[in-house]
Protein backbone atom coordinates (compact mmCIF):
# COMPACT_ATOMS: atom_id res chain seq x y z
CA UNK A 1 0.00 0.00 0.00
CA UNK A 2 2.74 2.24 0.85
CA UNK A 3 4.69 1.59 -2.23
CA UNK A 4 1.40 1.96 -4.31
CA UNK A 5 0.50 5.39 -2.41
CA UNK A 6 4.44 6.83 -3.25
CA UNK A 7 3.83 6.00 -6.92
CA UNK A 8 0.36 7.91 -6.75
CA UNK A 9 2.23 10.82 -5.14
CA UNK A 10 4.95 11.23 -7.65
CA UNK A 11 2.62 11.10 -10.68
CA UNK A 12 0.19 13.62 -8.94
CA UNK A 13 3.45 15.79 -8.48
CA UNK A 14 4.52 15.63 -11.76
CA UNK A 15 1.09 16.59 -13.04
CA UNK A 16 1.33 19.84 -10.93
CA UNK A 17 4.78 21.00 -12.45
CA UNK A 18 3.45 20.39 -16.13
CA UNK A 19 0.75 22.84 -15.10
CA UNK A 20 2.73 25.37 -13.37
CA UNK A 21 5.37 25.38 -16.68
CA UNK A 22 2.45 25.68 -18.79
CA UNK A 23 0.99 28.69 -16.74
CA UNK A 24 4.65 30.28 -16.79
CA UNK A 25 5.28 29.84 -20.39
CA UNK A 26 4.30 32.81 -22.63
CA UNK A 27 1.34 33.04 -24.60
CA UNK A 28 1.01 31.47 -28.30
CA UNK A 29 1.30 34.12 -30.96
CA UNK A 30 -2.44 34.37 -31.92
CA UNK A 31 -0.87 35.91 -35.19
CA UNK A 32 0.53 32.72 -36.20
CA UNK A 33 -3.11 30.84 -36.75
CA UNK A 34 -4.03 33.98 -38.67
CA UNK A 35 -5.98 32.82 -42.43
CA UNK A 36 -3.08 33.74 -45.30
CA UNK A 37 -3.63 34.40 -49.13
CA UNK A 38 -0.76 34.27 -51.10
CA UNK A 39 -1.04 37.04 -54.55
CA UNK A 40 0.62 35.86 -57.64
CA UNK A 41 2.06 38.69 -59.59
CA UNK A 42 5.32 40.32 -61.49
CA UNK A 43 6.54 42.90 -59.97
CA UNK A 44 8.06 44.80 -62.97
CA UNK A 45 5.24 46.85 -64.29
CA UNK A 46 4.12 50.30 -62.72
CA UNK A 47 2.20 51.59 -61.95
CA UNK A 48 0.06 48.11 -61.63
CA UNK A 49 2.46 46.15 -59.62
CA UNK A 50 5.96 47.40 -58.94
CA UNK A 51 8.80 47.59 -55.91
CA UNK A 52 9.95 50.52 -54.34
CA UNK A 53 12.11 51.53 -51.43
CA UNK A 54 10.25 52.94 -48.33
CA UNK A 55 11.56 55.94 -46.12
CA UNK A 56 13.20 53.51 -44.12
CA UNK A 57 15.04 51.82 -47.05
CA UNK A 58 12.71 48.59 -46.97
CA UNK A 59 11.56 47.06 -50.26
CA UNK A 60 7.64 47.34 -50.39
CA UNK A 61 5.19 46.50 -53.00
CA UNK A 62 3.10 48.82 -54.66
CA UNK A 63 0.77 49.49 -57.41
CA UNK A 64 -2.98 49.38 -58.62
CA UNK A 65 -2.97 45.39 -58.61
CA UNK A 66 -1.24 45.37 -55.05
CA UNK A 67 -3.83 47.71 -53.56
CA UNK A 68 -6.32 45.57 -54.60
CA UNK A 69 -5.05 42.31 -53.49
CA UNK A 70 -4.87 44.11 -50.02
CA UNK A 71 -8.74 45.05 -49.92
CA UNK A 72 -9.35 41.37 -51.40
CA UNK A 73 -6.89 39.95 -48.06
CA UNK A 74 -8.52 42.77 -45.84
CA UNK A 75 -12.11 41.67 -46.81
CA UNK A 76 -11.44 38.09 -46.14
CA UNK A 77 -9.65 38.26 -42.73
CA UNK A 78 -6.68 37.41 -44.02
CA UNK A 79 -2.84 38.39 -44.10
CA UNK A 80 -2.21 38.86 -47.43
CA UNK A 81 1.07 37.19 -48.79
CA UNK A 82 2.88 38.75 -52.10
CA UNK A 83 4.43 35.67 -54.10
CA UNK A 84 6.62 37.95 -57.19
CA UNK A 85 7.62 36.19 -60.03
CA UNK A 86 8.00 36.02 -63.99
CA UNK A 87 4.56 36.68 -65.60
CA UNK A 88 5.03 33.68 -68.04
CA UNK A 89 4.98 31.21 -64.87
CA UNK A 90 1.68 33.05 -62.95
CA UNK A 91 -1.20 30.89 -64.86
CA UNK A 92 0.73 27.91 -63.77
CA UNK A 93 1.28 28.63 -60.82
CA UNK A 94 -2.03 29.32 -60.12
CA UNK A 95 -2.97 26.12 -61.91
CA UNK A 96 -0.54 23.98 -59.20
CA UNK A 97 -2.05 26.18 -56.02
CA UNK A 98 0.66 27.45 -55.10
CA UNK A 99 -1.00 30.93 -55.06
CA UNK A 100 -4.53 31.79 -54.22
CA UNK A 101 -5.45 34.65 -56.94
CA UNK A 102 -3.66 36.05 -59.53
CA UNK A 103 -3.37 39.86 -60.36
CA UNK A 104 -1.24 40.96 -62.87
CA UNK A 105 -2.83 42.98 -65.24
CA UNK A 106 -4.35 40.20 -66.68
CA UNK A 107 -6.76 40.36 -69.50
CA UNK A 108 -9.48 37.09 -70.40
CA UNK A 109 -8.51 35.06 -73.21
CA UNK A 110 -9.75 32.06 -74.76
CA UNK A 111 -6.40 29.97 -73.95
CA UNK A 112 -6.52 31.79 -69.99
CA UNK A 113 -9.97 30.05 -69.76
CA UNK A 114 -8.58 26.55 -70.24
CA UNK A 115 -6.77 27.00 -67.00
CA UNK A 116 -8.14 29.63 -64.78
CA UNK A 117 -11.24 31.16 -63.72
CA UNK A 118 -11.72 34.79 -63.75
CA UNK A 119 -13.57 37.80 -61.83
CA UNK A 120 -15.59 40.81 -62.71
CA UNK A 121 -13.32 43.40 -64.42
CA UNK A 122 -11.96 46.07 -61.97
CA UNK A 123 -9.79 48.22 -64.54
CA UNK A 124 -9.65 49.06 -68.32
CA UNK A 125 -6.67 50.38 -69.11
CA UNK A 126 -5.45 52.49 -72.15
CA UNK A 127 -5.08 51.09 -75.60
CA UNK A 128 -1.82 48.87 -75.93
CA UNK A 129 0.97 51.00 -77.06
CA UNK A 130 4.14 50.91 -78.69
CA UNK A 131 7.13 52.53 -76.73
CA UNK A 132 10.52 53.67 -79.26
CA UNK A 133 13.02 55.74 -78.96
CA UNK A 134 12.35 59.11 -79.20
CA UNK A 135 14.72 60.12 -81.96
CA UNK A 136 13.50 57.68 -83.74
CA UNK A 137 9.88 57.92 -83.61
CA UNK A 138 9.75 59.30 -86.98
CA UNK A 139 10.95 56.43 -88.48
CA UNK A 140 7.04 54.87 -87.15
CA UNK A 141 4.13 55.96 -88.68
CA UNK A 142 1.99 53.08 -89.04
CA UNK A 143 1.94 49.00 -88.39
CA UNK A 144 3.81 48.12 -91.58
CA UNK A 145 7.00 50.86 -90.51
CA UNK A 146 7.65 47.88 -87.85
CA UNK A 147 8.06 45.39 -90.73
CA UNK A 148 11.66 43.45 -90.49
CA UNK A 149 11.86 45.49 -87.18
CA UNK A 150 12.61 43.70 -83.80
CA UNK A 151 9.52 44.36 -81.32
CA UNK A 152 9.36 43.45 -78.08
CA UNK A 153 6.65 42.07 -75.35
CA UNK A 154 6.80 39.99 -72.59
CA UNK A 155 6.58 36.40 -72.95
CA UNK A 156 3.22 34.90 -72.26
CA UNK A 157 0.99 38.72 -72.15
CA UNK A 158 -1.22 39.82 -74.77
CA UNK A 159 1.12 41.93 -76.01
CA UNK A 160 3.63 38.81 -77.55
CA UNK A 161 0.35 38.01 -79.12
CA UNK A 162 -0.56 41.52 -80.62
CA UNK A 163 3.98 41.53 -81.85
CA UNK A 164 3.23 37.58 -83.75
CA UNK A 165 -0.56 38.75 -85.20
CA UNK A 166 -0.89 41.69 -85.82
CA UNK A 167 2.56 43.66 -86.95
CA UNK A 168 3.43 42.03 -90.00
CA UNK A 169 7.08 41.15 -90.73
CA UNK A 170 7.86 42.36 -87.11
CA UNK A 171 10.84 40.23 -85.80
CA UNK A 172 9.31 39.08 -82.11
CA UNK A 173 11.94 39.98 -78.76
CA UNK A 174 10.74 38.11 -75.78
CA UNK A 175 11.75 38.34 -72.40
CA UNK A 176 10.13 37.93 -68.95
CA UNK A 177 11.15 41.25 -67.75
CA UNK A 178 9.68 44.19 -68.56
CA UNK A 179 12.66 45.83 -67.34
CA UNK A 180 14.73 44.11 -69.33
CA UNK A 181 12.65 44.77 -72.85
CA UNK A 182 13.50 48.52 -71.52
CA UNK A 183 17.15 48.26 -71.34
CA UNK A 184 17.02 46.35 -75.02
CA UNK A 185 15.01 49.59 -76.46
CA UNK A 186 17.59 51.74 -74.86
CA UNK A 187 20.64 50.29 -75.97
CA UNK A 188 19.32 49.55 -78.97
CA UNK A 189 18.93 45.91 -79.37
CA UNK A 190 15.20 46.26 -80.32
CA UNK A 191 13.89 48.71 -82.02
CA UNK A 192 10.35 49.09 -80.01
CA UNK A 193 8.40 47.10 -77.51
CA UNK A 194 4.64 46.99 -76.90
CA UNK A 195 3.10 47.66 -73.34
CA UNK A 196 -0.08 48.35 -71.94
CA UNK A 197 -0.86 52.22 -72.24
CA UNK A 198 -0.22 53.42 -68.41
CA UNK A 199 2.92 51.59 -68.47
CA UNK A 200 4.54 52.77 -71.74
CA UNK A 201 3.12 56.52 -71.32
CA UNK A 202 4.54 56.08 -67.42
CA UNK A 203 8.11 54.84 -69.28
CA UNK A 204 8.10 57.63 -71.63
CA UNK A 205 7.11 60.42 -68.89
CA UNK A 206 10.20 58.95 -66.37
CA UNK A 207 12.53 58.95 -69.78
CA UNK A 208 13.01 61.86 -72.28
CA UNK A 209 14.74 59.20 -74.22
CA UNK A 210 11.24 56.94 -74.87
CA UNK A 211 8.45 57.89 -76.39
CA UNK A 212 4.82 56.49 -77.60
CA UNK A 213 4.40 55.73 -81.29
CA UNK A 214 1.49 58.00 -82.92
CA UNK A 215 0.46 54.16 -83.91
CA UNK A 216 -2.73 53.07 -82.88
CA UNK A 217 -3.22 49.18 -81.68
CA UNK A 218 -7.02 48.50 -81.15
CA UNK A 219 -8.92 48.62 -77.83
CA UNK A 220 -8.41 47.80 -74.68
CA UNK A 221 -9.68 44.69 -72.91
CA UNK A 222 -10.26 45.45 -69.16
CA UNK A 223 -8.55 43.55 -66.18
CA UNK A 224 -9.97 40.75 -63.90
CA UNK A 225 -8.57 38.60 -60.63
CA UNK A 226 -7.65 34.73 -61.85
CA UNK A 227 -8.70 32.07 -59.64
CA UNK A 228 -8.04 28.46 -60.29
CA UNK A 229 -10.11 26.89 -62.79
CA UNK A 230 -13.11 25.79 -60.66
CA UNK A 231 -12.49 27.71 -58.18
CA UNK A 232 -12.01 24.63 -55.34
CA UNK A 233 -10.96 27.22 -52.70
CA UNK A 234 -13.97 29.23 -53.06
CA UNK A 235 -12.49 33.01 -53.54
CA UNK A 236 -14.76 34.46 -56.53
CA UNK A 237 -17.71 35.74 -54.71
CA UNK A 238 -15.88 37.53 -52.06
CA UNK A 239 -13.39 38.80 -54.81
CA UNK A 240 -16.18 40.13 -56.75
CA UNK A 241 -18.16 41.72 -53.72
CA UNK A 242 -14.79 43.48 -52.80
CA UNK A 243 -14.19 44.75 -56.66
CA UNK A 244 -17.61 45.94 -56.85
CA UNK A 245 -17.33 47.65 -53.38
CA UNK A 246 -14.07 49.45 -54.21
CA UNK A 247 -15.57 50.68 -58.03
CA UNK A 248 -18.80 51.98 -55.76
CA UNK A 249 -16.56 53.98 -53.43
CA UNK A 250 -14.04 55.60 -55.89
CA UNK A 251 -11.44 52.95 -54.45
CA UNK A 252 -9.82 52.32 -58.12
CA UNK A 253 -9.17 55.68 -58.93
CA UNK A 254 -7.15 56.53 -55.67
CA UNK A 255 -5.14 53.30 -56.00
CA UNK A 256 -4.70 54.83 -59.92
CA UNK A 257 -3.31 58.24 -58.24
CA UNK A 258 -1.75 56.31 -55.31
CA UNK A 259 0.28 54.15 -57.80
CA UNK A 260 1.45 56.95 -60.12
CA UNK A 261 2.52 58.86 -57.34
CA UNK A 262 5.04 56.03 -56.22
CA UNK A 263 6.03 54.78 -59.88
CA UNK A 264 8.72 57.10 -60.32
CA UNK A 265 10.21 55.33 -57.36
CA UNK A 266 10.04 51.90 -58.94
CA UNK A 267 13.05 49.81 -58.83
CA UNK A 268 14.77 49.23 -62.14
CA UNK A 269 15.75 46.15 -61.00
Do not use: H
Not at 174 to 190: A, F, H, P, Q, R
Request: aromatic share 6%; with cysteine.
Amino acid sequence: MKNIAKKVLVVLMAVLMIGAMAACAPAADSDSDAKTVSLGTSADYPPFEFIYLDDQGAQQYAGIDVSLAKKLAADMDAELNVVNMNFDSLMASLEKGDVDFVIAAVEVTEERLKSADFSEPYYTDLPAMILVKADKAAEFTSIESFADKNVGAQSGTTKADIVNNDMPGAKFVGLTSVIDLVNELMYDKCDAIVLDGAVAMDYAASNSELVVADVALGEALPFCVAVQKGDPKGLLESINKSIADALSQGLVDQWVAEADELSSKALEG
